[in-house]
């Protein structure tokens, strides 16, 4: 008979609860968001993405070697941190700046900070404020209408060619109801200007279904995000729901509340920190898109958060059951 | 209404729940290790050579917490000699082969009980440890309800059998509810005193609906006894999240169980102790579930104690070569090295893996998910405990451990089995409760030098 394994206990394990499988299914969640972005945005969407996730995995691949550490590709959350740079940024942005932001996240935001799991801030978006910061404009500033004919729709979107012009985000500060603001199920569709990821919100909600199903994030954990931003437009603002949720659907408040305020390593691990913390996200968006300079406000309010992180999750911990503490 | 603490969904695996136990073929010979019970190691009082028959006393007790050993099965003593152990210390065992007749000892006989201590003696003398893992002697467990600081007023017969693949416990309960009867009545006349007016509550996981209605017959006319349904939620039956969720006391750590009001004992164990008390036949075999991804046939058999496991997988049979044995039930049961070890008084399941299933994954960096302290039934934050540990100074690091609450560790090993990066989480909270532990001790040792001194 063949040696017998030994190990200490357990002797199973969940099933599927494994960190790659975890990540995998942020990427899967992502892909409606990725799809219909190069649908709106043309093939330049599609380089501007694979840019970014090919460069973070080949940085993480070449950091590792380069300190001597174990391979650690196959946990997929460089994939994730590309795919999420990528539909971060608007297709304006050239792609030899999209390598220069991968690189920047997987090697100093997360690799000089010790790997997975010690980066203080969410690589994806410490990225795109870096290049933000960097190369001026990156995100929703400047913007383009999407190549797909959704006339039906209405303004901003009658022409098949790209256009320039407004975000509704910029339209939207102007104050309810200004000129260039779109409708609600205009901004649900997302065949608008904006960065590659964050226009469409039914692909955005699917995403966040599935995770939610996947038991990968708490479903109150990006509603409350989107609640505190609602409530903030809605009784700060003028009592007018339509326009809070326009302030909802515009810009990356999904994207931010669905995939970057639930990652894991940057977020509180207790469930009434990720709370406070997406409360705290909102909170911070609303005070930037209404008096900062900025028109978008969502990746400095999670970037800061994420420097709380630790705080929240140390305040919000609950004592240990017949514990001292 | 109290939430329960237990949260994690496991897969059931309960295969042989239907299985009725068949008694083995007289095993050839029974290897008995001298430390079948939680205390020191018993003292052998046989010889090589000598004629031993069964319920024999072969093995007196020894020290603190010590339970006296039996012969199972009636032939000649063959080696006395050591084997090692999982925790590495080695223990005596003594190997009897088998004349194949099972001549039952003189010995045997109906023990005469009196008053509490002659129970208490008796129960001590049938080598009656608890089953469920522990093997904690179980006259020495009801020594301590006999405190008089402490008032019980419960007594949680623990019938969860909560781990995978099990259901030893599940067949005791079909095959002999009058056991579990009797045992209750020896315990409410020769302990009047301390538990005559106690609720005796068998909690039982309602996964086992045909043993929950069999014992509401049984019980159907006894007031004192309430059949406790819990959730089928793992782990129901750690003592810990059992006092909790059958009474809503919080066991802290450090102070022995009764004084919770609380006592608690393996379902089996008390009825393998009312079949001594009624016979005179010790602990000499059990039920035990032989299951797993490599089992040809799952069954639940009936074998002496000190039979070698590879003798059960013979009758099972193998579907594939077995990549890891596991005594006990997959959380919390022992991986052996060899499939020609001994089952022992507390070996409710022999569990064999194939090759696939018994690797686990290498573990990965930490990504903060917060799953093991969500499935913590006492909410212990391992990381926090992981970085207490590190602290060079060890009055800090023993500070700082005991505020992490670690020593509520309830060793359920939900956390190292949700954890998405396989961190050896268990072994953490373990390797900081012996550290506090020592440190412990260190301290007293100082305390007491400087008062001599």
């Known amino acids: 008979m063949a040696k017998l394994h030994i190990s200490s206990t357990p002797h199973i394990h969940q099933k599927g609860s494994f960190t790659g499988k975890i990540m995998l299914d942020v990427a899967i969640a992502l892909l409606p968001a990725t799809v219909v972005g190069i649908l709106f945005f043309g093939l330049t969407a599609l380089w501007v993405v694979l840019t970014c996730v090919i460069s973070a995995v080949l940085a993480e691949v070449i950091f590792n070697l380069c300190v001597g550490k174990k391979q650690t590709v196959g946990d997929f959350s460089a994939v994730v941190t590309g795919l999420l740079l990528g539909l971060n940024l608007s297709i304006n942005v050239p792609l030899w700046q999209c390598v220069i932001g991968s690189v920047f996240a997987i090697v100093v935001v997360k690799g000089f900070f010790g790997g997975l799991g010690k980066n203080i801030v969410n690589p994806a978006i410490a990225a795109r404020v870096f290049m933000l910061l960097t190369f001026g404009s990156v995100g929703a500033v400047v913007t383009i209408a999407p190549v797909l004919d959704l006339g039906f729709l209405g303004q901003a979107v009658a022409a098949p060619e790209l256009i320039a012009g407004a975000t509704p985000l910029a339209a939207l500060n102007q104050g309810a109801g200004a000129e260039g603001t779109l409708s609600v199920l205009q901004l649900l569709v997302g065949a608008h200007g904006g960065t590659i990821g964050e226009t469409c919100g039914i692909a955005l909600l699917l995403g966040y279904v599935y995770l939610v199903a996947r038991k990968v994030i708490k479903w109150y954990v990006p509603a409350a995000f989107v609640a505190t931003v609602f409530a903030c437009f809605y009784l700060l603002d003028g009592f007018n729901a339509t326009y809070a949720l326009q302030h909802v659907l515009a810009g990356g408040v999904l994207l931010g509340a669905i995939f970057m305020a639930t990652d894991y390593v940057t977020t509180p691990n207790t469930p009434w920190g990720r709370v406070i913390f997406c409360v705290g996200a909102g909170l911070l968006t609303f005070a930037i898109r209404k008096f900062g300079s900025f028109p978008e406000g969502v990746s400095i309010a999670i970037l800061t958060m994420n420097l709380l992180t630790p705080f929240i999750s140390t305040w919000t911990k609950k004592k240990t059951l017949g514990g001292i503490k | ?453």
Request: net charge neutral; proline share 6%; charged share 25%.
């Open chain 2, 1 to 453: 209404m109290r939430k329960d603490i237990s949260s994690l969904h496991v897969p059931h695996n309960k295969n042989t729940a239907a299985c009725e136990p068949q008694r083995i073929a007289i095993p050839a010979e029974v290897i008995l290790p001298m430390n079948m019970h939680s205390g020191h190691d018993a003292e052998p009082i046989v010889n090589v050579g000598d004629y031993v028959k069964v319920g024999q006393l072969i093995a007196r007790e020894e020290g603190r917490f010590s339970s006296p050993v039996h012969a199972t099965v009636s032939g000649t003593v063959a080696e006395i000699a050591t084997m090692p152990t999982a925790n590495g210390k080695g223990t005596t065992f003594i190997r009897i082969e088998s004349d194949g007749k099972m001549e039952v000892s003189e010995t045997v006989k109906k023990p005469e009980i009196t008053d509490c201590a002659s129970f208490l003696q008796a129960v001590r003398d049938g080598g009656i440890v608890g089953l469920g893992g522990a093997a904690f002697p179980t006259w020495a467990k009801f020594n301590e309800a006999t405190n008089p600081d402490y008032k019980v007023d419960t007594v949680l017969i623990n019938a969860a059998e909560c781990e995978p693949y099990i259901t030893s416990d599940h067949r005791m309960m079909l095959a002999h509810p009058d056991w579990i009867a009797d045992g209750i009545e020896y315990l409410r006349t020769y302990m009047g005193d301390y538990l005559g007016n106690a609720t005796f509550k068998i909690c039982v996981e309602t996964n086992k609906a045909d043993a929950i209605e069999i014992l509401e017959k049984t019980f159907a006319d006894k007031p004192y006894v309430v059949i406790h349904k819990l959730k089928t939620i793992y782990p129901q039956g750690a003592k810990q999240v059992m006092l909790y969720n059958a009474t809503g006391r919080v066991a802290v750590a450090g102070r022995r169980f009764p004084s919770f009001g609380a006592l608690i004992i393996n379902v089996s164990s008390l009825a393998l102790m009312a079949n001594y008390l009624n016979t005179g036949m010790p602990l000499v075999e059990r039920i035990v579930t032989v299951d797993g991804p490599a089992v040809a046939q799952p069954m639940n058999l009936i074998a002496p104690i000190g039979t070698r496991i590879s003798e059960l997988l013979k009758i099972t049979g193998l579907k594939a070569e077995p990549g890891k044995v596991v005594v006990g039930g997959p959380m919390n049961g022992t991986a052996i090295y060899s499939v020609d070890d001994p089952m022992v008084k507390v070996s409710n399941a022999v569990l064999v893996f194939d090759e696939k299933t018994a690797k686990l994954c290498e573990p990965s960096a930490c990504i903060n998910c917060g799953r093991c302290v969500e499935k913590c039934p006492v909410r212990i934050d391992v990381a926090e405990v992981d970085r207490a540990l590190k602290i060079k100074n060890e009055d800090a690091r023993a500070q700082a451990l005991i505020d992490t609450g670690v020593r509520q560790c309830v060793d359920c090993a939900c956390c190292s089995y949700v954890c998405p990066a396989s961190r050896p989480l268990l072994q953490i909270n373990w390797e900081a409760k012996a550290f506090l532990k020592k440190y412990a001790a260190e301290q007293r040792e100082k305390k007491e030098a400087n008062i001599n001194g």
